[in-house]
């Protein structure tokens, strides 16, 4: 086994290290799966005694439905009495909120427009002033035609849906703007019916909405009052039906960001759907919230107490139109006790997922943002040392090209030590390489590799190199390497930030648009990611031959070492541009950094050592005896000469 051979195997070893490292669930991530079974089996427990009740809520609320729909749909009054008689049966003292105009309400501030429906009392579209989609439009995240959302109610042993219902407003307006530090509330109110035509102003379920100017929080109580006569006795918990489809907002979809449901346990830990397939999931312990979470941004239902369970699910339709990305759905257990007057405190966020703006609420919005939390280091590396660099060079106002461009100066700065402790090392062993190829001429057959194994560590303890010194630094900075690829992605300050030819720093800058599709690769040439694979190639080779093995390597070794780089070519190449060049800029900095230290480094002098080294009396460590006892059993016994 010769030198190039134990290299070889040092760093797949390092590899396979750094990747168990990074792939092994942290103690958050078992006790998240731990309490995800938990939920499974108490589930399971109970979820036959509730199939039953749901199947008849899902027939009666069906039911419903169609009898709404003919109500509407007839508009001759010799039908009026026989229409009102069918809601009677399956509304009871709702029927005459069955039938409706689809009157809408608006409320807005600085940075929303929300639209209030009157069918349903819910919010029906949401308008993020600040944002545009991919192609220009008004940001709208979900689809408002196909959006449902309500509470499941059995009202005098009749299942009732509040989606299917008209609400009216409290007040004779159409919404409010509000701004600054004001406040406004806008109460949409579902009354019970006094008689065939007249509604009960004094027993309603509401939903008050209160807005504050210049936030992205909306509050959301849900108020009984005067209902306790209607419901049924011995409820404790309500179930909150909550489904849309999600748009495509962006010109790409990062597969490792992608839209599903994040939820946080309560006073414990975010977890989520999976992000590149269809999945569901039934939580039977407490929620703080549920999240319809994009890329950028994210719907999220928060609860100011809990909730008591919830049922969430990602799915995707048969031929699903392509500006939706994912269809998602959630029930959600809201706690709930008949009584005279009831409140439900809740709050919606709308809004995008920026570290700052979630970070302020206190709630762990922020764990949606895809920074590393699975590997400690990487969150670290990301939240406390690039995040707030990024926010300072922000606030001069600079192009976020030059921005990044900075970020890698001052990283590649702080990472200059360990560079130089590689390009050390690596000096070290050129100088040894002549006495190495002696070793190798001397012991050329395969079973002398022992032998040439143990010449070889003699040779490096008497010159006082350690052949692992330049492993260790690669492997130090692969975590930081890591955090590079999930900050720029998921970072909103890049989405639609221009720079060169890049028109969206957060997505792929396609410089040529192919007519024909390259498996693996795409449809399109993005100039970034083919100057990063170059410069990275070359960067290898440099690094080759520093090394001083160019022409001695493993022939696999060789070719994957070079093949890497082609099959980030794929990869990136669909990916933010962002992240591309800042890669790009960090092989550019890199080569920078080998030509200054190959003029500072004097081979001479590094040879002068290694001679005063070997003439040193040496101990022997450990990992030489064990290398020595090896050989013995082999029948070598290297005090003979």
């Known amino acids: 086994m010769d030198r190039n051979t134990i290299y070889g195997l040092i760093l797949i070893f390092a590899i396979l290290v750094g990747y168990s490292v990074w792939m092994t669930p942290s103690s958050e991530e078992i006790e998240?799966?731990?309490?995800?079974?938990?939920?499974?089996?108490?589930?399971?427990?109970?979820?036959?005694?509730?199939?039953?009740?749901?199947?008849?809520?899902?027939?009666?609320?069906?039911?419903s439905r169609d009898s709404i729909q003919q109500s509407q749909a007839t508009v001759n009054g010799g039908m009026v009495s026989q229409t009102n008689n069918v809601n009677r049966e399956l509304l009871g003292v709702f029927a005459n909120s069955g039938q409706g105009e689809d009157d809408l309400f608006?409320?807005?501030?600085?940075?929303?427009?929300?639209?209030?429906?009157?069918?349903?009392?819910?919010?029906?579209?949401?308008?993020?002033?600040?944002?545009?989609?991919?192609?220009?439009?008004?940001?709208?995240p979900f689809d408002p035609e196909q959006t449902h959302f309500g509470l499941n109610l059995f009202v005098q042993g009749k299942s009732i849906n509040t989606d299917n219902l008209y609400f009216q407003p409290l007040v004779?307006?159409?919404?409010?703007?509000?701004?600054?530090?004001?406040?406004?509330?806008?109460?949409?109110?579902?009354?019970?019916?006094?008689?065939?035509?007249?509604?009960?102003?004094?027993?309603?379920?509401?939903?008050?909405?209160?807005?504050?100017?210049?936030?992205?929080?909306?509050?959301?109580?849900?108020?009984?009052?005067?209902?306790?006569?209607?419901?049924?006795?011995?409820?404790?918990?309500?179930?909150?039906?909550?489904?849309?489809?999600?748009?495509?907002?962006?010109k790409s979809v990062d597969r490792f960001n992608g839209p599903t449901i994040y939820y946080k346990f309560y006073q414990d830990d975010v977890d989520f759907l999976s992000e590149a397939k269809d999945d569901e999931e039934d939580l039977?312990?407490?929620?703080?919230?549920?999240?319809?979470?994009?890329?950028?941004?994210?719907?999220?239902?928060?609860?100011?107490?809990?909730?008591?369970?919830?049922?969430?699910?990602?799915?995707?339709?048969?031929?699903?139109?392509?500006?939706?990305?994912?269809?998602?759905e959630t029930t959600i257990g809201l706690p709930f006790n008949?009584?005279?007057?009831?409140?439900?405190?809740?709050?919606?966020?709308?809004?995008?997922?920026?570290?700052?703006?979630?970070?302020?609420?206190?709630?762990?919005l922020e764990r949606q943002i895809p920074l590393g939390w699975s590997f400690f280091l990487m969150a670290w590396i990301n939240r406390y040392a690039v995040l707030p660099v990024f926010n300072f060079l922000e606030g001069f106002g600079w192009n976020y090209?030059?921005?990044?461009?900075?970020?890698?100066?001052?990283?590649?700065?702080?990472?200059?030590?360990?560079?130089?402790?590689?390009?050390?090392?690596?000096?070290?062993?050129?100088?040894?390489?002549?006495?190495?190829?002696?070793?190798?001429?001397?012991?050329?057959?395969?079973?002398?590799?022992?032998?040439?194994?143990?010449?070889?560590?003699?040779?490096?303890?008497?010159?006082?190199?350690?052949?692992?010194?330049?492993?260790?630094?690669?492997?130090?900075?692969?975590p930081i390497l890591i955090a590079m690829f999930r900050f720029f992605p998921s970072a909103i300050e890049l989405r639609q930030q221009s720079f060169l030819w890049a028109h969206d720093l957060s997505s792929y800058d396609s410089i040529l648009n192919l007519p024909f599709n390259i498996p693996?690769?795409?449809?399109?040439?993005?100039?970034?990611?083919?100057?990063?694979?170059?410069?990275?190639?070359?960067?290898?080779?440099?690094?080759?031959?520093?090394?001083?093995?160019?022409?001695?390597q493993l022939p696999g070794m060789k070719t994957m070492m070079y093949l890497m780089p082609v099959m980030f070519l794929g990869i990136f190449n669909n990916y933010a541009s962002g992240l591309s060049y800042y890669y790009f800029l960090a092989n550019i900095i890199t080569f920078g950094q080998m030509f200054l230290i190959r003029r500072t480094i004097d081979e001479k002098k590094i040879r002068k050592q290694i001679e005063i080294n070997k003439k040193k009396p040496k101990k022997k460590s450990n990992w030489q005896k064990r290398l020595e006892d090896a050989a013995k059993q082999r029948g070598y016994n290297p005090s003979k000469k």
């Not at 995800?36 to 609320?61: P, W």
């Not at 009831?342 to 709630?363: A, R, S, T």
């Not at 690094?543 to 001083?548: A, Y």
């Open 401 to 478: 090209g030059i921005i990044i461009l900075v970020l890698t100066i001052l990283l590649k700065i702080v990472l200059f030590p360990i560079a130089y402790k590689s390009y050390s090392s690596s000096a070290k062993m050129r100088v040894l390489k002549p006495e190495i190829e002696e070793i190798s001429k001397k012991y050329p057959k395969k079973e002398d590799a022992m032998k040439k194994q143990q010449a070889t560590m003699n040779l490096y303890k008497q010159a006082g190199v350690n052949p692992m010194a330049g492993c260790i630094p690669m492997l130090l900075q692969f």
């Open 284 to 328: 039977v312990n407490r929620i703080k919230w549920v999240s319809f979470k994009q890329r950028f941004f994210s719907s999220t239902l928060i609860s100011k107490d809990f909730f008591q369970s919830a049922k969430i699910k990602t799915f995707t339709l048969e031929n699903q139109h392509p500006h939706y990305l994912r269809s998602m």
């Open 338 to 364: 008949v009584a005279p007057e009831v409140n439900i405190p809740m709050e919606f966020y709308f809004g995008p997922n920026k570290f700052k703006i979630l970070k302020k609420y206190d709630l762990d």
């Open 32 to 63: 998240a799966k731990a309490r995800k079974q938990d939920s499974i089996t108490k589930a399971n427990n109970f979820q036959d005694s509730l199939a039953a009740l749901e199947r008849t809520k899902q027939i009666a609320i069906e039911k």
């Open 106 to 140: 608006t409320l807005e501030n600085e940075l929303m427009k929300i639209t209030i429906s009157a069918r349903g009392g819910k919010v029906y579209k949401v308008d993020l002033k600040d944002y545009e989609t991919y192609d220009s439009l008004p940001l709208i």
């Open 172 to 250: 004779d307006e159409t919404g409010f703007y509000v701004d600054g530090d004001n406040t406004r509330s806008f109460s949409m109110r579902l009354y019970t019916d006094a008689s065939d035509s007249t509604y009960n102003q004094n027993s309603y379920i509401e939903f008050l909405y209160t807005m504050k100017g210049n936030d992205y929080m909306l509050d959301y109580d849900i108020n009984f009052v005067g209902m306790d006569p209607y419901l049924e006795r011995g409820m404790n918990y309500l179930d909150l039906n909550w489904g849309t489809e999600m748009l495509q907002l962006e």
């Open 520 to 552: 693996f690769y795409g449809n399109h040439v993005s100039l970034f990611t083919l100057l990063m694979t170059i410069s990275t190639l070359i960067y290898t080779k440099m690094n080759q031959d520093m090394m001083g093995s160019g022409q001695q």
